[in-house]
């Protein structure tokens, strides 16, 4: 996992927790690398998870609800880094689209050890996009986050239903479904 996760992550929770709260984090969590972590290198996506459990225990907040908040929070920075990609699409669903196609095909070429989710997605009518997000990561709560991102960047009102379609968590469907058929 790159290490822009785990620097933005422990940025986010310095400042809705403060430096004590990341320092805490970084001492009891179980870290290989040592939790000096650089936006460009590469660690192993299970400190991830190591992480988000820990202040999960410590904040008594469930780790889905962190994974969303953060999911919120890294599109932020996309928002900031990634701008042209935001550019040419001039809406939450033309954006969503090209997420598995375009984005994260991008990424893969700027980052060849990125690892990256794989979505199905389908416009089932003018006002739901069906999304299927499946990895071995499990980390579709992240991807609830970056849909309410995408929809709060774009000035969009929808209602987003996640539902497993494995009991690992691996595979989960996602309906994004527009204000005004709600
Ligand atoms: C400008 C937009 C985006 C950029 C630049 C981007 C880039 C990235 C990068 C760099 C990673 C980390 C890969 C790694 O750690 O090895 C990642 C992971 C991920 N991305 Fe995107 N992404 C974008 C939009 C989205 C959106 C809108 C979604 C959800 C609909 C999404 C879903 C995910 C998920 C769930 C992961 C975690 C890895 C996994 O589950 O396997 N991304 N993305």
Redesign the pocket.
């Known amino acids: ?2 290490g ?2 785990f620097t933005k992550f422990l940025e986010m929770v310095e400042q809705t927790n403060g430096y004590d709260q990341v320092d805490s984090l970084l001492l009891t969590t179980d870290l290989p690398s040592g939790g000096t972590y650089t936006a460009a290198g ?1 660690y192993d ?1 299970q400190e991830m998870v190591g992480l988000v459990a820990n202040l999960s225990q410590a904040t008594h907040r469930s780790a889905s609800d962190i994974l969303r908040e953060y ?1 919120r929070y890294l ?1 932020q920075t ?1 928002v900031n ?2 701008h042209p ?2 550019e040419v699409a001039p809406d939450a669903f033309t ?2 689209s090209s ?1 598995d196609a375009y ?2 095909v ?2 893969k070429k700027l ?1 060849p ?5 794989n ?1 199905t997605i389908t416009r089932l009518d003018g006002s739901t996009l069906q ?1 299927i ?1 499946q ?6 709560d ?2 609830y986050g ?2 309410e ?2 929809l709060a960047y774009y000035g969009e009102i929808a209602k987003i239903e996640q539902q497993a379609l494995s009991p690992d968590g691996s595979r989960v469907k ?1 309906l994004i479904i527009k204000a005004n058929h709600l």
């Open positions: 996992m790159k822009i996760v590469t996506h999911g599109f996309f880094t990634y990609f935001l954006f969503l997420v984005i994260h991008e990424v980052y050890e990125a690892e990256l989710p979505f999304m997000y990895s071995s990561r499990k980390m579709a992240l991807a970056l849909i991102g995408t996602f």
